[in-house]
């Protein structure tokens, strides 16, 4: 239909075809047509914690507090929300608010969901967590809910951003399969779903009773195509409008043409090196030995100046420019500038090698030491050629690197039960600082759910118990300060070795538009026709 | 004939069952699927929910005992990922598997036939040079490779053929086919025949090498010599003989197409079977992988028991040996 009215466009005199352009410019703007690269495995939208699915889910759904492009929280079924006491949070919720089958929207709802969240049968990753902290719901009336914690708990507007909202009269008795088969997937956002192939296409349609500003399209397909090559060519091909996932090796094609238009975005992801600091001093670490490979007696790993000398033997404008094309940032600490929790005043890690040669003397290895870089092949963008130039740029130091890169599935074990002494892996953070500090850089603690991904078991008593001042700190200006503190002092003691964050990219075809987003997750609502 | 159809099954029970132990015992060493299913910020009670919830705190003994004891009331697990049936998902996706892998088999039989027989017939002329030296390359050109050119070249630059997906489709027996309207067709065009290339190359070079073995053959001289037309040596007491190997060869060639098409169903987006099991692999989908390999045994024996009865039909000799076995 599109090249036909192109070619009509060409036979008749300008007006009349720029007239025509226009018109099927309105009739283009009907229907668009999305590929995905990773795929949806559920319409559930409390089945499985997965960006994929919560990108969908975000389309059909809505929150109490959504996020926008920047993650900042917005307002979304939920009009404003406080702390009336210390423990405990109040929401007024959205009037006026219906269902795609027409329900009306209400604080029932909001406990029904989370009230489901613990309870999905065979969950893989449960939303259980986001009502766990909630000790009380209280309905005050239809349009004014309270939460009441335990403690003191500054995340929860945070953690509502991930709990999307079902219909408690459909969704009651429904099961993951009743989702999946779109009977239960009843939200209020601004497509509704039509039909779902597994794996394969979800069609949308636009749901004309949303709250918000209505969605560009009348119909939306999005559809899963995992191949990078193939995702491409169907964007070239005019088969679908808009990509995510670009691949960085056609993204200079793809920037050259000029019926492609490109969004980017530095996102929260940040890829970096894990170091063991479970081996204490004295101990062996599992991939270091001397140069000889005979066991060293102490994991060198355990002493900041050789941590400090790892992390400055590193060029990372290099990698960024020449591994990563260009779709990523150099990175020192977790969260880019602009993020609640980024260390304004921390320096950028300088590439220095002859000082980390010098810090390396200084530790008592001045004749460096061998070790074996680990990573997976097939988890980030690049994963494998960047231990490749990271276990080069150590090797100049005198520090020996043998890299090997796994499969994910094999890697991710691995590293989870600390059989490596260096691992590259990644960690898209949420935007509070507190996350990434919880998750990876508190120490592993069962009982209070920290470190749960600190995979190389640094511990610092001085960051956990800033952390934990900040996870009671109702104060934002407070708590800001805690974690920044926190970030820093974790961050100068290189607890890990900060790589780079990457940059999230999507393509569209001409006349097409994708507003660019800090997170990662491609959303229908964001596709709308180009300005003329 | 009885006795050894019911030898053939008793051997496919324990082929079976030999099978499900190894896959699942491979499936298991692999990884950790929790490790890999789970969201990074889980926190380590979340995760013990959930290996516990998937049945994965059991030791593997009698984690595979659970499953033979539900294999045996024919349910084959539910995926960790989808929350479904395993056997629900693939028999799902196999329609859009058989049919890709059908068209891939039709077209290589109704191009490789007819070339490899003249090929065969006429070794020396020019044509026949061409045929084999592009059945090299349709040997040894990799299936993603061409695949992405012939996406490059008719969807991309021409335009003539949409590059992904399985488009349109209508019911028949109560299942989606997409060869039943003209834009499904066009969309299973370029898959068939990026699938087909191999076996096209190997039906021209079976025939090939048949029809010149036949053709040199006793019996076929004295066909000739009692003064048979060329036509008739050739369809009638040429083809016919021919026709064993490439019987076998296809069909067990059909078999590892519905297998495996994985490369292809994953270039194309074609949402199969392939494309499945490779989602499930990557993320370490136990139930659905384990369900696939069995299935894929299955059809295996299943084939190989066609093959051999289609075997005594084309050959008496056969016929008399499975009576005496």
């Known amino acids: 239909m599109k090249p036909q009215s192109r070619r009509r466009g060409i036979a008749v005199s300008s007006v009349a075809a720029a007239a025509l352009v226009l018109a099927a410019g309105q009739a283009v703007a009907q229907t668009a047509t999305i590929a995905v690269g990773a795929p949806v495995t559920s319409l559930d939208p409390h089945f499985h914690q997965l960006s994929p699915n919560n990108a969908v889910a975000d389309t059909v759904f809505d929150r109490l507090v959504n996020n926008d492009v920047n993650l900042r929280n917005i307002p979304g079924l939920a009009t404003e929300w406080r702390a009336v006491a210390p423990t405990v949070w109040e929401f007024k919720l959205r009037p006026n608010v219906r269902f795609h089958n027409g329900n009306a929207f209400t604080a029932d709802d909001v406990v029904f969901t989370l009230q489901r969240l613990p309870n999905v049968p065979n969950s893989p990753s449960s939303f259980a967590a986001y009502s766990r902290p909630i000790t009380r719901i209280e309905v005050v009336d239809p349009l004014t809910i309270r939460f009441h914690t335990a403690q003191p708990y500054p995340l929860l507007p945070l953690d509502m951003t991930n709990v999307r909202i079902v219909d408690k009269e459909t969704a009651e008795n429904a099961t993951t399969a009743d989702f999946n088969d779109v009977r239960a997937a009843q939200g209020t956002g601004p497509y509704r779903i039509v039909s779902h192939r597994n794996g394969d296409r979800i069609e949308f349609e636009r749901w004309d009773g949303y709250w918000g500003e209505r969605a560009p399209f009348q119909r939306v397909s999005y559809r899963m195509i995992t191949n990078d090559a193939a995702r491409t060519a169907a964007l070239r091909a005019g088969d679908v409008d808009l990509i995510d996932q670009v691949p960085t090796s056609d993204l200079a094609n793809l920037r050259r043409n000029p019926n492609i238009r490109i969004a980017e975005m530095v996102g929260l992801r940040l890829i970096f090196l894990g170091l063991d600091h479970l081996r204490a001093e004295n101990e062996n670490s599992p991939f270091i030995t001397d140069n000889d490979g005979r066991p060293l007696g102490r994991n060198p790993l355990r002493d900041l100046r050789v941590r400090q000398a790892l992390s400055m033997a590193i060029d990372r404008n290099a990698i960024v420019e020449r591994v990563m094309e260009g779709t990523a940032v150099p990175a020192n600490q977790f969260l880019p500038s602009g993020v609640f929790g980024h260390v304004g005043d921390l320096p950028p890690v300088p590439f220095d090698p002859d000082g980390a040669r010098r810090l390396l003397a200084e530790a008592g290895y001045p004749n460096g030491f061998r070790i074996q870089l680990n990573g997976p092949n097939d988890r980030y963008i690049n994963d494998a050629r960047i231990i490749q130039a990271v276990g080069q740029m150590w090797t100049r130091i005198g520090v020996r690197t043998a890299v090997e890169a796994q499969p994910w599935t094999t890697f991710v074990g691995r590293a989870g039960r600390q059989e490596y002494s260096a691992f590259l892996i990644g960690w898209g953070s949420n935007p509070d600082g507190s996350h990434p500090l919880r998750n990876i850089i508190a120490t592993f603690n069962r009982d209070r759910g920290w470190g749960a991904s600190n995979r190389g078991r640094y511990s610092n008593p001085q960051v956990d118990s800033l952390l934990d001042q900040s996870l009671s700190e109702l104060d934002t200006e407070k708590r800001e300060r805690l974690i920044v503190d926190a970030m820093r002092i974790a961050m100068q003691d290189v607890a890990v070795v900060p790589l780079h964050i990457q940059t999230n990219i999507w393509a569209t075809r001409r006349g097409f538009e994708y507003t660019a987003s800090v997170d990662e997750g491609t959303l229908a609502q964001r596709l709308r026709p180009a300005a003329r | ?325």
């Open chain 2, 1 to 325: 004939m009885t006795v050894y159809l019911v030898r053939r099954l008793l051997q496919a029970l324990l082929v079976v069952f030999a099978m499900s132990v190894i896959v699942f015992v491979g499936v298991y060493a692999i990884g950790d699927p929790v490790e890999i299913l789970i969201s990074p910020d889980a926190d380590q009670i979340e995760r013990e929910r959930a290996v516990q919830s998937l049945g994965l705190d059991l030791p593997l003994w009698h984690q595979y005992l659970v499953f033979l004891g539900n294999a045996l009331q024919g349910d084959l697990g539910r995926s960790f990922v989808f929350n479904e049936p395993a056997l629900k998902l693939i028999l799902q996706r196999m329609p859009a598997t058989l049919e890709l892998a059908f068209g891939a088999m039709f077209i290589s039989i109704v191009v490789g036939l007819p070339l490899g027989l003249y090929a065969g017939l006429r070794p020396n002329s020019p044509v026949s040079k061409t045929i084999m030296a592009g059945s090299i390359l349709g040997f040894s050109l990799p299936t993603f490779w061409v695949g992405l050119m012939l996406i490059m070249v008719f969807a991309v630059q021409l335009g003539w053929l949409p590059s992904t997906g399985r488009g349109e489709t209508a019911t028949f027996l109560g299942v989606q086919w997409s060869f039943l309207t003209l834009n499904g067709l066009s969309h299973m065009a370029m898959p068939a025949i990026n699938l087909a290339l191999f076996k096209i190359s190997l039906v021209i070079r079976l025939t090939r090498a048949g029809v010149r073995e036949t053709m040199l053959m006793d019996y076929v001289k004295f066909a000739r010599a009692k003064g048979l037309s060329p036509a008739r040596v050739t369809f009638v007491h040429v083809f016919k003989n021919i026709l064993i190997p490439v019987v076998t060869v296809v069909g067990l060639e059909l078999g590892s197409t519905i297998a495996f098409s994985v490369v292809t169903e994953s270039v194309f987006a074609w949402p199969g079977m392939g494309k499945l099991i490779i989602d499930s692999i990557n993320v370490l989908d136990r139930p659905v992988i384990v369900a696939y390999l069995m299935i894929i045994v299955l059809m295996f024996i299943t084939i190989n028991l066609i093959v051999d009865l289609t075997y005594s039909l084309l050959d008496p000799r056969v016929r008399l040996e499975g009576k005496g076995a």
